[in-house]
């Protein structure tokens, strides 16, 4: 949860450094940047801690299910700083576009594997 928090923080601490030097060009891509973190990283570790203390016992994630998402996390978070940047600057990349999907689709596979996980060790 610490790292996650940290991640959201830097990117807020990022935006607003960024701000400062953008010339008044604003994209909600990049103000909203700490938000993926926040809500895809930290909100569910949170909700894991909590759940698993109130049952008293320990919910065990698979590392390969937490890299997947952590890595869609990831993707997601800079995939939305690329937009900004092709943005501001009048362009696009279809590679930011595939970063998008690849992103959802770690995201996915480790929701998926996960909850599998979940179900096998209960």
């Known amino acids: 949860m ?12 990022f935006y607003l450094i960024y701000n400062q030097f953008s010339h008044g060009v604003q994209s ?12 895809l990283g930290f909100l569910p570790c949170a909700a894991l801690y909590i759940i698993s203390r109130l ?4 919910i065990r994630i698979s590392s390969i299910s937490d890299n997947d ?8 978070t800079v995939s939305s700083l ?11 990349s279809i590679y930011q576009t595939w970063l ?14 996960g909850i599998i996980g979940i179900i096998h060790t209960n």
């Open 2 to 13: 610490i790292i996650w928090l940290g991640t959201s923080v830097f990117c807020l601490i």
């Open 28 to 39: 909600a891509y990049m103000t909203y940047l700490f938000a993926w973190p926040l809500v």
């Open 55 to 58: 049952r008293k016992s320990t």
């Open 69 to 76: 998402y952590c890595s869609g996390v990831a993707a997601l």
């Open 82 to 92: 690329l937009k900004d940047i092709f943005e501001i600057a009048g362009t696009a």
């Open 100 to 113: 998008t999907y690849a992103g959802l689709t770690l995201i996915i596979i480790g929701i998926i594997t």
